[in-house]
T-cell receptor, first 115, second 113 residues
């Protein structure tokens, strides 16, 4: 029973390049959440998606960031024209259903380093 | 504005003793609270949760207490084991908040053998 999968685990990009982070939710889970953790900080919510729909993107920066969760395949968090401040750990979580008391299970994260 | 606060960055306890991790929150709309444990280079692992209609939830060595009037919750681990050494995050979600979790900054627990 595989957990939430994220790849790559580590990603190095130069300023101005694009970063693509992938997340495959647990089997049977159709709700995906992306969080970002800056050094010495807690996790900050970015976006919540269901299959083919963005439910809540209130935590996403207005520019350069986008997310999708297509009908087939993993969820993708895309960061265009990366800057050094984008360096962080990006965690994906999934849940089986929506609802306040549905546990979110986290993946191992992608550590993005922008040079 | 930090809505979930873990004011102590670290705690060190002896194996076998009780570990008490504290968390305060400011948003009265928070209705569900969770604790996650995180090892370095891994994702957070769900530990235990509590709904606002309860004041206590227990699961093995882990117990979470909720004091709604004080907007305070705590995680008790007893007895503490060296394998419990990790960073612990308190998180909360609000009714109407689209299930997003609001996390504290975390607290590093070290359990000494």
């Amino acid at each position: 029973n595989a957990g939430v999968m994220q790849n790559p685990r580590h990603l190095v990009r130069r300023r101005g390049q694009e970063a693509r982070l992938r997340c495959s939710p647990m089997k049977g889970h159709s709700h995906v959440y992306w969080y970002r953790q800056l050094p010495e900080e807690g996790l900050k919510f970015m976006v919540y998606l269901q299959k083919e729909n963005i439910i809540d993107e209130s935590g996403m920066p207005k520019e350069r960031f986008s997310a999708e969760f297509p009908k087939e395949g993993p969820s993708i968090l895309r960061i265009q024209q990366v800057v050094r401040g984008d360096s962080a750990a990006y965690f994906c979580a999934s849940s089986r259903l929506a609802g306040l008391q549905e546990t979110q299970y986290f993946g191992p994260g992608t550590r993005l380093l922008v040079l | 504005d930090q809505q979930v606060k873990q004011n102590s960055p670290s705690l060190s306890v002896q194996e076998g003793r009780i570990s008490i991790l504290n968390c305060d929150y400011t948003n009265s709309m928070f209705d569900y609270f969770l604790w996650y444990k995180k090892y370095p280079a891994e994702g957070p692992t769900f530990l235990i949760s509590i709904s606002s209609i309860k004041d206590k939830n227990e699961d093995g060595r882990f117990t979470v207490f909720l004091n709604k009037s004080a907007k305070h919750l705590s995680l008790h681990i007893v007895p503490s084991q060296p394998g419990d050494s990790a960073v612990y995050f308190c998180a909360a979600s609000a009714l109407g908040g689209s299930e997003k979790l609001v996390f504290g900054k975390g607290m590093k627990l070290t359990v000494n053998p």
